[in-house]
């Protein structure tokens, strides 16, 4: 079976991507700075690509194009992508990249070589799926993901020892601190959004599901690092710590939630 259009479009999505991390790096070690302008340019060339798959299947499916997990790691990697390309410094758009461009890629290639062919076929929202909290909810969340990775990414470049790569711990905190004023925010709305829905479609807000428990995990782990970065005894390692913390948690949510909630619950209820 030939491969489809939306895929083609994919796969040179993740060559930008990984594209963009491997000059973004490759400007950090030669310390040429004009390489991070062309990294920013190849994650939002990769991001921009995404979102035309995702309009692509909306079309198909004449709704919104977010009703499985394949669509929202798709979304997810370009809020990651675009909010390297747009919310972090000039300065640091180097450092950024690196940060971005290889976790938006790796969501992608994971997506398309792991998740089984006839799941990623694109498929019109179920009814529970079918109000308009349900969308906004799952943009809210993923651009809330998006700055979130990108300053878990960069937390766990700031722990890593002097020397190993040619980066000041002040740009990396910078870094992280766009990335979490961006997303945090984003993500506390996602969560509103999403029991507005959960009342709307189930009748009840909150449900301590597998899926529940895990973003509350990851709200809390970024609430503390959104209110501890200039707090004496929390600044550089110790909030750097947190951020990777936070990062785990949200990969495990993103990525593994599903897979847990299928053992308990039904799979109807869980899309991301």
Same mark, same amino acid.
């Given at each position: 079976?030939?491969?489809?259009?939306?895929?083609?479009?994919?796969?040179?999505?993740?060559?930008?991507?990984?594209?963009?991390?491997?000059?973004?790096?490759?400007?950090?070690?030669?310390?040429?700075?004009?390489?991070?302008?062309?990294?920013?340019?190849?994650?939002?060339?990769?991001?921009?690509?995404?979102?035309?798959?995702?309009?692509?299947?909306?079309?198909?499916?004449?709704?919104?194009?977010?009703?499985?997990?394949?669509?929202?790691?798709?979304?997810?990697?370009?809020?990651?992508?675009?909010?390297?390309?747009?919310?972090?410094?000039?300065?640091?758009?180097?450092?950024?990249?690196?940060?971005?461009?290889?976790?938006?890629?790796?969501?992608?290639?994971?997506?398309?070589?792991?998740?089984?062919?006839?799941?990623?076929?694109?498929?019109?929202?179920?009814?529970?799926?079918?109000?308009?909290?349900?969308?906004?909810?799952?943009?809210?969340?993923?651009?809330?993901?998006?700055? !979130?990775?990108?300053?878990?990414? /960069?937390? $766990? =470049?700031? %722990? @890593?020892? *002097?020397?190993? #790569?040619?980066?000041?711990?002040?740009?990396?905190?910078?870094?992280?601190?766009?990335?979490?004023?961006?997303?945090?925010?984003?993500?506390?709305?996602?969560?509103?959004?999403?029991?507005?829905?959960?009342?709307?479609?189930?009748?009840?807000?909150?449900?301590?599901?597998?899926?529940?428990?895990?973003?509350?995990?990851?709200?809390?782990?970024?609430?503390?690092?959104?209110?501890?970065?200039?707090?004496?005894?929390?600044?550089?390692?110790?909030?750097?710590?947190? !951020?990777?913390?936070?990062?785990? /948690?949200? $990969? =495990?949510? %993103? @990525?593994? *939630?599903?897979? #847990?909630?299928?053992?308990?619950?039904?799979?109807?209820?869980?899309?991301?």
């Amino acid at each position: 079976m030939s491969m489809a259009f939306e895929d083609w479009l994919a796969i040179l999505a993740v060559l930008f991507l990984f594209g963009g991390g491997g000059l973004s790096l490759a400007g950090l070690l030669t310390g040429r700075p004009g390489l991070g302008h062309w990294a920013r340019w190849c994650a939002g060339s990769g991001g921009y690509l995404l979102l035309l798959v995702l309009t692509w299947r909306g079309l198909q499916v004449q709704g919104w194009p977010l009703t499985d997990l394949y669509e929202v790691l798709l979304l997810t990697a370009a809020t990651t992508a675009l909010a390297c390309a747009l919310v972090a410094p000039r300065r640091q758009e180097a450092l950024a990249g690196a940060c971005a461009g290889p976790a938006a890629g790796l969501m992608v290639a994971l997506a398309l070589l792991f998740l089984p062919s006839g799941s990623r076929l694109p498929h019109p929202p179920t009814a529970a799926l079918g109000s308009l909290w349900f969308p906004l909810h799952v943009l809210a969340t993923t651009l809330g993901y998006g700055g !979130l990775i990108l300053a878990g990414s /960069a937390g $766990l =470049l700031r %722990l @890593l020892p *002097a020397g190993r #790569l040619p980066i000041s711990p002040h740009d990396a905190e910078e870094v992280a601190w766009r990335g979490l004023s961006w997303g945090y925010p984003w993500l506390t709305l996602g969560m509103v959004l999403g029991m507005v829905w959960g009342w709307w479609a189930w009748g009840r807000p909150w449900s301590w599901s597998t899926k529940e428990v895990l973003t509350l995990l990851t709200w809390g782990l970024f609430t503390l690092a959104f209110h501890t970065r200039r707090l004496k005894g929390w600044r550089g390692w110790p909030h750097a710590l947190i !951020l990777t913390a936070g990062l785990a /948690a949200l $990969l =495990l949510t %993103l @990525l593994a *939630a599903e897979a #847990l909630a299928r053992l308990a619950v039904p799979v109807a209820e869980y899309v991301f």
